[in-house]
């Protein structure tokens, strides 16, 4: 089976408000998909739903064929799915090592890994004994995602990494997520196209809280006429 992650018909209410509305899509083995949409879509509350944070009130949540639709956050980062929130939630108090020692399991961080990540991400290399507030919002990102890869994982969820960054540093991102993609399946939402199509091998389209699209990145990237009735706007236009 070739599906690592699978959504069949899940809904999530949020006090009164129904934001998941019946949500089928899955996610290949070894991919990266892109889970896109307007904002309000419910995109933020898709990822937080697989994650445990919010509980599905319908439908199921299936990860590596086993169901994980009530299974507790602490459990499915131990089964390997890790998130890396739209705020980052680093901790600003704590220098670059700390917090990648509190992502670690048993606080033990394994060099060799250590060391791909800063391959990946070099600033967290440079910055290793300076406070995590101290960085810029790019370098906060990136100690964001390297704390999730601290230890092999086999799924990483992650919300709006590009959000706010400068082009240069977003470039940046695009060729440190393009290794990611041989270590890891992702799953990502994204406001920034270019990033989008760069990376994506599947997309998924919300919109009120359904999914509207599923199929292949490069098929949505090559229609434009698609691209204006899902997302209202044209991927050619953020290069």
Request: aromatic share 6%.
């Amino acid at each position: 089976m070739d599906e690592l992650l699978a959504l069949s018909g899940v809904n999530t209410h949020i006090g009164q408000y129904h934001i998941l509305q019946g949500v089928d899509f899955s996610v290949k083995k070894n991919s990266l998909t892109m889970l896109l949409g307007r904002n309000g879509a419910g995109k933020t509350t898709c990822l937080r739903t697989i994650m445990g944070l919010w509980r599905a009130s319908a439908g199921k949540i299936h990860f590596q064929g086993k169901e994980i639709t009530r299974t507790a956050t602490p459990d499915l980062a131990r089964l390997g799915i890790a998130y890396v929130p739209e705020n980052m939630g680093i901790f600003a108090g704590l220098t670059v090592k700390e917090n990648m020692v509190l992502a670690a399991r048993g606080g033990a961080l394994d060099e060799r890994r250590l060391e791909w990540i800063f391959g990946l991400f070099p600033a967290m290399k440079k910055f290793w004994g300076s406070a995590a507030g101290n960085l810029s919002g790019g370098q906060k990102q990136m100690l964001a995602v390297s704390r999730a890869i601290a230890q092999p994982r086999e799924l990483l969820l992650v919300d709006e990494p590009t959000k706010g960054l400068a082009p240069a540093i977003i470039a940046a991102m695009i060729e440190a997520f393009r290794e990611l993609k041989r270590d890891a399946t992702l799953l990502v939402v994204e406001q920034n196209f270019h990033f989008a199509r760069s990376l994506g091998d599947a997309v998924a389209v919300m919109d009120s809280g359904r999914i509207v699209h599923a199929g292949a990145m490069a098929e949505l990237a090559a229609d434009e006429a698609l691209q204006q009735r899902l997302l209202g706007l044209s991927l050619a236009a953020h290069q």
